[in-house]
């Protein structure tokens, strides 16, 4: 019963005088601090799925190519698709804020597309098994060209 009493981080008690409030600042410390250690770990876990949901790809490749977009468009150059000024017609205002904004929904559509499109050529490229009923000499050319392409993507 002692150990259980020595846990208790907050108590009161309203008595005939007035009301007592008693708390153990070291034991409301760990509990602080167990709350920052499992935000912390709930914020790696999502940094990790998104790491693992755009796999091909890193997300400075997208600061990157945000930042390309953004000089091309204030440099008075067209960008692709016109995808900036169709993201312009949808947002509300024409603003600098605005266009570095739609700089970036363009910047992600691209960005995402790239990935989406090297994440299912590596799927279609490891799903290849044609190779298994060639002859020898076929085989290592298929098997030096499959890893090149994998190799390649895998260091975009």
């Known amino acids: 019963m002692a ?17 007592d409030v008693n708390f153990d600042r070291e034991v409301l410390y760990l509990v602080w601090e167990s709350g920052i250690r499992s935000w912390k770990k709930r914020l790696a876990r999502f940094r990790n799925s998104v790491h693992n949901g755009v796999y091909p790809g ?16 204030f440099g008075g150059f067209h960008i692709p698709f016109g995808l900036v000024r169709k993201a312009l017609v949808v947002l509300p205002g024409d603003s600098t804020m605005w266009q570095v904004i739609a700089c970036l929904l363009a910047a992600l559509t691209m960005w995402l597309s ?36 994998c190799k390649y993507l895998c260091n975009f």
Not at 3 to 19: L, M
Not at 63 to 69: F, G, I, N, P, R
């Open 58 to 73: 890193h997300l400075q490749s997208l600061y990157v190519l945000w930042t390309l977009l953004v000089a091309v468009h």
């Open 3 to 19: 150990e259980a009493h020595s846990a208790v981080a907050f108590s009161f008690a309203i008595t005939h005088d007035g009301w």
């Open 114 to 149: 790239v990935i989406f499109l090297m994440r299912y050529l590596l799927k279609l490229l490891l799903m290849y098994k044609v190779y298994l009923f060639l002859y020898y000499k076929y085989i290592k050319i298929i098997f030096i060209f499959t890893y090149a392409i």
